[in-house]
């Protein structure tokens, strides 16, 4: 076992990996403690006020839009920031893990800016934390570099910042922590981490790169959530002696209580602020974890069958836009997640014809750019925002006063069509046993049936599955969902999966069953897990068969 040490005011519990003497030296710790002392308490203040808001839904008062706010969106004066250089033009965003290999293939990729992961698409054993940050130094260091077991050498096209997708880093959401770095026994906060090791390490030297630091924001629900990292930002600009304005941050809209202050949130970080991202798969989970209890209204169906096109997913993104342009900042389309099967033709040209029409639908819209998940789609992708943008940077320009800004429209959910299937609840379980099995073996990003699933997309699966059973939801063959039906399907599909030595299934489970299928609802699977089981040494399991 390894004993706790104490640097800097901080103590280091984990077991130490390779390269973390590099990146938590003392004056990163210093500058770590500095963050955590000055906004620990705002934070937990701010999570307990998640938690009065979560109540306040669940007992029937719906979300709206501030009137204590309103002056901040009648007042047509104010903008955001100027565009920071290299991020003109955001036509296409490839998101992904940090991992070597799947970091050189994104900045490969031709698209216009990497969204460097540390959040759902990563799994936060301490291992991955470290080399997180290791890798995006090595970017800067031109020393990126992965072979494989195979013997293929995987290389950057250029270590020329300008010739590369701008880096944008998202580190973890405001609600988990960080087990492995504490202060007198409080963990620090993983969003302070995640923004502080790689502001700390790479601000100024990408800022001599004529770039910039910058980042997504995810998970916030609120503007006062946003006003704490505007002072952070603030705050870790003048202890470095960097210029307050430098930092730019796009913020993540998935949760159905930021969707009411989009406005807000620009106005709280216009110093600091590029832009708005339609955060889909979050979105719709936040929804169901909201209003799971609040009766068939807000039941959805199979996860698949809730499109984009839904109305009050089009509120939610032509309000986006609106908000974004009317203040000068980006706005951004959301994830498309499909991996393109190169062993089978016909499914990739039913599902690219799929991603056309998703992002023709957002640059109809107004949108600026979107995410895709794969190097294959980058070209997909940029083919529709091209012929909508020309050698237009962007849709600025385009300000959508013609949107309704309407709080009806946004919580018009009963709107969506579509059936609950056994289909869709076995797959419900099947993607969350199998995301959070790889998730436990430190893998964050899985492909699963030509999809991309991250943490997001779990959270729905299971999210939905506890729903349809505390609603007695009724399948499209009549069937009531239950406990112990949904119980016996995922018995059924332990059976039929194919066992590996080392894998974490049992585990897998049992998280599973505690996220969907007990009274309590846990508010992230991700929380829970990563304090009770990641880092753990894996059972010693019973192979089948």
């Not at 494989?148 to 997708?165: F, I, M, T, V």
């Not at 941050?249 to 930021?258: G, K, Q």
């Amino acid at each position: 076992m390894n004993s706790p040490i104490t640097l800097n005011n901080i103590t280091i519990t984990a077991t130490p990996v390779r390269y973390q003497e590099q990146i938590l030296t003392s004056d990163a710790l210093d500058f770590l403690s500095s963050l955590h002392s000055a906004f620990e308490s705002r934070r937990a203040e701010l999570m307990q006020r998640r938690q009065v808001n979560r109540a306040r839904i669940a007992n029937g008062r719906d979300p709206k839009f501030l009137e204590e706010t309103r002056s901040i969106r009648e007042d047509d004066s104010w903008q955001v920031a100027p565009i920071a250089p290299g991020l003109e033009d955001r036509r296409v965003e490839i998101t992904g893990p940090i991992e070597r290999k799947m970091a050189i293939n994104a900045l490969n990729s031709g698209a216009n800016v990497w969204l460097a992961d540390m959040e759902d698409a990563c799994s936060p054993t301490w291992q991955n934390v470290i080399k997180n940050q290791v890798n995006l130094i090595r970017i800067l260091d031109e020393e990126l570099d992965f072979t494989a077991p195979d013997g293929r050498e995987y290389k950057l096209n250029s270590y020329d910042l300008s010739e590369l997708p701008t880096i944008v880093v998202r580190p973890r959401g405001w609600h988990l922590p960080e087990k492995h770095l504490q202060v007198s026994g409080t963990p620090i906060s993983g969003a302070l981490v995640d923004f502080g090791l790689h502001f700390f390490h790479n601000a100024k030297r990408l800022l001599a790169a004529g770039l910039g630091p910058y980042y997504y924001l995810p998970k916030l629900e609120n503007h006062l959530e946003a006003r704490l990292w505007n002072d952070v930002f603030n705050m870790a600009q003048d202890l470095l002696g960097i210029e307050r304005g430098t930092i730019r941050a796009t913020v993540l809209i998935e949760t159905i209580t930021a969707a009411f202050e989009m406005e807000e949130i620009l106005y709280e970080l216009r110093e600091h602020s590029s832009g708005l991202n339609a955060g889909r798969w979050d979105y719709i989970f936040s929804i169901i974890k909201n209003f799971r209890s609040r009766g068939p209204r807000f039941v959805f169906p199979d996860r698949d069958t809730v499109t984009m096109t839904a109305p009050f997913m089009r509120a939610y993104t032509e309000q986006l836009v609106r908000a974004c342009h009317r203040r000068g900042a980006s706005a951004i389309g959301g994830m498309s997640a499909f991996v393109p099967n190169r062993k089978d033709a016909s499914i990739n040209e039913i599902a690219f014809g799929k991603v056309r029409e998703d992002k023709a639908r957002e640059a109809a819209d107004g949108f600026d750019g979107s995410w895709v998940a794969h190097p294959d789609l980058v070209s997909v992708a940029r083919e529709v925002y091209d012929e909508v943008l020309g050698g237009n940077p962007n849709q600025l320009q385009r300000t959508r006063e013609d949107v309704e800004v309407s709080d009806a429209a946004l919580l018009n959910i009963q709107s969506v069509t579509g059936k609950i299937t056994e289909r869709g609840i076995r797959d419900n379980i099947e993607i969350g046993i199998r995301y959070i099995e790889s998730w436990l073996r430190g893998n964050g990003a899985v492909a699963l049936r030509n999809l991309m699933e991250d943490a997001a997309t779990a959270e729905i699966s299971r999210s939905q599955l506890w729903q349809w059973i505390h609603q007695s939801a009724i399948t499209d063959q009549g069937e009531i969902i239950t406990r112990r039906w949904v119980q016996e399907l995922a018995e059924e599909t332990m059976d039929n999966l194919e066992r590996f030595e080392g894998d974490r299934f049992e585990e897998a489970l049992e998280i599973f069953e505690a996220c969907a299928l007990r009274d309590d609802f846990p508010t992230f699977l991700t929380k829970n897990a990563y304090l009770r089981y990641l880092d753990a040494p894996a059972r010693t399991l019973q192979m089948a068969g």
